[in-house]
């Protein structure tokens, strides 16, 4: 190496930063034993901040722009040094430059729930997760509270600090707020912004970083709570429960009359099924139809009365409920014979039929008991 390079690497000329990262807080010019010329060059860019330090003391400050190194734009370190009328030999200083551009893409979310009262649901766990973006504003406040001797800070050395403060802060903004849990979707700008200006007041002052934007991109319930809504939802959509019922059922008699193989509970359960379906129509025609106007002083009848509903027990299946005829019908089909277990409301368990009053006699009269 000559002379001329060795002097070259010996005086620093030239000081400046380009910075290729997204994400890079503060960055020390790398001096490394080098000295800085007197009238050398200090280029500033866009978005950056220089700052010059002197034994860990904060000097000078310098915003974007071109500068000659003199003793007359160094005032605070011509002071430090003790440069009274100027100097001519190379000095020696650490050169820090500070981004004062927004870091974007940073996210934060609340790693454990948070619990709220609310009114609706009473007590609830969320969760909740968003994005916000970072700057530098107070330069020497970020080098004294945060960077100190690093030669390089980068912006996830403080992300930790600052998603723990703000789910601690989300929490408290949730509690004052008291908006209920189904509201909250139509309040997160008025919640995000709330909730930036609480993170704000806490980080400026003391370590001279601002967030200009923090949003809350989505609060989330628990599994069970949505689960429920859900639920209450479909019932919602589904309207007239009554009609609900009468289209499953119709499905469900379609279902049974397409699958031959059912053998004799398969048509038990579907004449079960279509008597209910009947039952169901002709008690929403009842409904559905006016009543005819009775003449002056005419009585009006009474009510029929209600056939009694039997079940009868058919390979470990319920069937029913049928009317007296279907009954009898069964009966003499060989489906329902005297050891078949039936029911009817009012009975206490299940009988053999044989047993009933009201069916010993389907059939018929008992046989005398074989001679001596």
């Known amino acids: 190496m000559g002379l001329l390079d060795r002097l070259r690497h010996e005086v620093v000329d030239i000081v400046e930063w380009l910075d290729d990262t997204r994400h890079t807080l503060v960055w020390r010019f790398p ?36 500068y000659t190194l003199t003793t007359e734009n160094l005032p605070i370190l011509a002071t430090l040094k003790g440069w009274k009328y100027g100097f001519e030999s190379p000095f020696k200083s650490e050169v820090y430059f500070v981004s004062t551009r927004q870091i974007t893409d940073l996210k934060w979310g609340t790693p454990n729930p948070v619990m709220m009262r609310d009114p609706d649901f009473g007590p609830l766990r969320l969760r909740a997760f968003g994005t916000y973006t970072l700057k530098a504003v107070d330069p020497k406040a970020l080098l004294r509270e945060l960077v100190g001797t690093d030669a390089e800070f980068e912006a996830e050395e403080i992300s930790v600090l600052l998603r723990s403060l703000i789910s601690t802060t989300f929490a408290d903004v949730l509690g004052t707020a008291e908006i209920p849990a189904l509201d909250l979707a139509a309040r997160y700008q008025e919640l995000s912004d709330t909730l930036r200006d609480a993170v704000v007041e806490r980080v400026d002052d003391e370590y001279g970083l601002d967030i200009p934007q923090l949003y809350i991109v989505n609060i989330s319930l628990p599994d069970e709570v949505e689960k429920a809504l859900d639920t209450r939802s479909s019932m919602g959509i589904t309207g007239d429960m009554q009609r609900f019922q009468q289209y499953q059922l119709g499905n469900a008699m379609m279902a049974a009359a397409n699958n031959p193989g059912g053998g004799t509970a398969g048509e038990g359960m579907g004449l079960g099924m279509g008597l209910a379906m009947a039952n169901q129509m002709v008690h929403s025609m009842a409904q559905a139809a006016p009543a005819a106007p009775s003449a002056p002083g005419a009585s009006v009848p009474p009510p029929l009365p209600q056939a009694v509903a039997w079940f009868f027990a058919d390979q470990g299946q319920s069937i029913g409920p049928l009317t007296p005829a279907q009954v009898q019908a069964q009966a ?41």
Not at 334 to 359: D, F, H, I, Y
């Open 332 to 372: 003499a089909a060989g489906k329902l014979t005297q050891k078949t277990l039936v029911w009817r409301a009012g009975m206490s368990g299940w009988s053999p039929a044989e047993e009933v009053p009201e069916l010993a006699g389907l059939f018929g009269p008992p046989s005398p008991p074989p001679l001596p």
């Open 31 to 66: 001096r490394h034993q080098n000295e800085i010329k007197h009238g050398a060059k200090l280029i500033v860019r866009p978005g950056q901040v220089a700052v010059f330090v002197d034994q860990g003391q904060i000097a000078d400050l310098f915003e974007p722009g071109t």
